[in-house]
């Protein structure tokens, strides 16, 4: 029992003409919308749609590489190596280009009894001398300089014909001298 209800009196209960009146939020929720558009779409047009590429040098110039057509190749013969199915390849090579060498792959083609071609390996050069081999990276050859080299095999193929193998230079690199 309340001893004292609470009545509401005519003003502050809205007729339904008021509640109809009453504007709701709509006009900022609209308002919000619109603007987190516009937000999105200025990020979109500034951001940056692809990398930028580097610009390189103009009027670059490419130092000139060394080619196997630099490589002449003398005094080439075969001497077995101490352990079983290896064998080096030791020769005087040339340098007839303008660019020291540094570094080679050859390839060597061992020919079958019949002289068709049965195995091609791939090999590195060496620079030799009586102290034994090192890299050409850390004595490369100089131009219109001649040095002894070996090439080293690791298995030679069993039907080989004991004929020197075919040998075709794969890549050369090297750098032009100052």
């Known amino acids: 029992m309340a001893t004292n209800p609470r009545?509401?009196?005519?003003?502050?209960?809205?007729?339904?003409?008021?509640?109809?009146?009453?504007?709701?939020?709509?006009?900022?929720?609209?308002?919000?919308?619109?603007?987190?558009?516009?937000?999105?779409?200025?990020?979109?047009?500034?951001?940056?749609?692809a990398p930028k590429?580097?610009?390189?040098?103009?009027?670059?110039?490419?130092?000139?590489?060394?080619?196997?057509?630099q490589i002449r190749w003398t005094d080439v013969r075969l001497s077995p190596a101490p352990e079983g199915g290896q064998m080096y390849i030791y020769a005087r090579m040339w340098n007839n280009g303008q660019t020291d060498i540094n570094g080679m792959m050859v390839n060597v083609t061992f020919d079958g009894q019949n002289g068709q071609p049965l195995q091609t390996y791939s090999s590195s050069v060496e620079s030799y001398a009586d102290n034994g081999a090192t890299p050409l990276t850390k004595n490369p050859i100089k131009p219109k300089q001649a040095r002894e080299v070996r090439i080293p095999i690791e298995n030679v193929p069993a039907g080989w014909?004991?004929?020197?193998?075919?040998?075709?230079?794969?890549?050369?690199?090297?750098?032009?001298?100052?």
């Open 7 to 49: 009545i509401p009196e005519h003003r502050d209960v809205p007729t339904l003409v008021e509640q109809k009146r009453k504007k709701s939020g709509a006009p900022w929720v609209l308002f919000g919308i619109i603007a987190a558009a516009i937000i999105l779409a200025a990020i979109g047009f500034y951001m940056p749609h």
């Open 53 to 69: 590429r580097p610009v390189g040098p103009a009027m670059a110039t490419v130092p000139a590489q060394p080619t196997g057509n």
């Open 161 to 178: 014909n004991h004929t020197m193998p075919g040998i075709t230079v794969q890549n050369v690199t090297g750098y032009a001298n100052k």
